[in-house]
């Protein structure tokens, strides 16, 4: 069995998201998603969600191609995902190109899926806030 693994905050779930998910899930068996909790989107990456981890957990759990849903809670726990969930495959959007190269040292390889250019979280909420 293939394991893959993606990160996000996937706040205000959209149809760019589901695109990504089903893509990663495309690249193996079961799809692990690592999703960013309230206080790290906070502290470390500066961001305010609209809807609470658990409510984000709830509707990537509803997905089809998501398997298991895991907090993620730090930047330094990708390696250990990695050999906690026996991951052959890691995903991000390209907008992270490069960053994640590294954990091919831990046996994996790693792949930058191209994004839904003409959605996004941030777009949805700058709209939003204009109306």
């Known amino acids: 069995m293939r394991r893959v693994i993606t990160y996000g905050t996937f706040d205000l779930l959209h149809y760019g998201h589901i695109s990504l998910l089903r893509r990663a899930r495309g690249l193996g068996d079961y799809l692990v998603v690592a999703l960013s909790t309230d206080e790290f989107n906070h ?13 984000r957990k709830m509707l990537l ?30 995903v991000m ?12 040292e831990e046996g994996c390889s790693v792949v930058y899926l191209p994004r839904t250019p003409e959605i996004s979280s941030t777009r ?8």
């Open 93 to 104: 959007g390209d907008d992270w190109e490069g960053q994640f190269d590294f954990l091919t």
């Open 124 to 131: 949805i909420k700058d709209s939003l806030r204009s109306q």
């Open 61 to 90: 759990e509803a997905i089809r191609y998501v398997d298991l849903v895991i907090p993620e809670e730090s930047w330094g726990q990708k390696r250990s995902d990695i050999h906690e969930y026996h991951i052959d495959t890691f």
């Open 43 to 55: 502290n470390e990456k500066g961001k305010v969600c609209y809807f609470s981890y658990e409510r």
